[in-house]
């Protein structure tokens, strides 16, 4: 059985035992942290490679004691000339987790979605190269988009879903001590990460 046939199972088994209502059209993730109750709806429809990818994460447990480990501040990010305002998240393998392959960049230009405050997002370097860690936005923040500077190869990131509860939750967490590296000191622990409502079909084909 391949890991997308595992993925699909796990899936509809997990729908099943929890009792989870119909699937919605933008399925939401809990996540439980140290800081707070952060509620995610996802884009399924306009950004599906990226909201399975971070469902499948969700559902294996792959991001319970992982952490927000890191607070990008507009006010203090000077040294770049396309300041942002994220909080950046991964699970506790780290931000470069490759315990599952990378998946192909969904462009702005392309969802249709923009970074805008709440927005959730996957963290990159270079294009087709996200796997498990991501980012909420929370001011609005244009420069993350296709086209956008933020990045130098101008592709932007791939916005997937948004903060339906607890945005200030994050923009708390976005304010906490961090060193000179913006590493938060220290980290905000995320206990649990789960789905709230059935996958989506686009999951399970």
Known sequence: MGPKHILTATLLVLAGCAGL?????????????????????LDAEAAPISSCNFISYVVFGDYDN????RTVVRDTNTANP???DV?????????????????PLERTRDTGLRHRAGTVSMARDGPDSATSSFFI???????????????PDGQGFAAFGRVVEG??????????????????TPPVVIRSARLLDAAPSVCTR
Do not use: C, H, W, Y
């Open 21 to 41: 209502p119909p699937e919605q059209p933008r399925p939401r993730v809990a996540l439980d942290t140290t800081a707070g109750r952060i509620v995610l709806a």
């Open 66 to 69: 992982g952490s927000f480990f």
């Open 82 to 84: 396309n300041p942002i």
């Open 87 to 103: 909080i950046q998240a991964a699970t506790p393998r780290g931000s470069d987790d490759d315990a599952r392959p990378p998946i």
């Open 137 to 151: 936005v929370t001011q609005d923040t244009p420069s993350l988009d296709f086209g956008g500077a933020r990045n």
């Open 167 to 184: 945005l200030d939750v994050a923009r708390r967490i976005q304010k906490m001590p961090a060193n000179a590296q913006e590493q938060l």
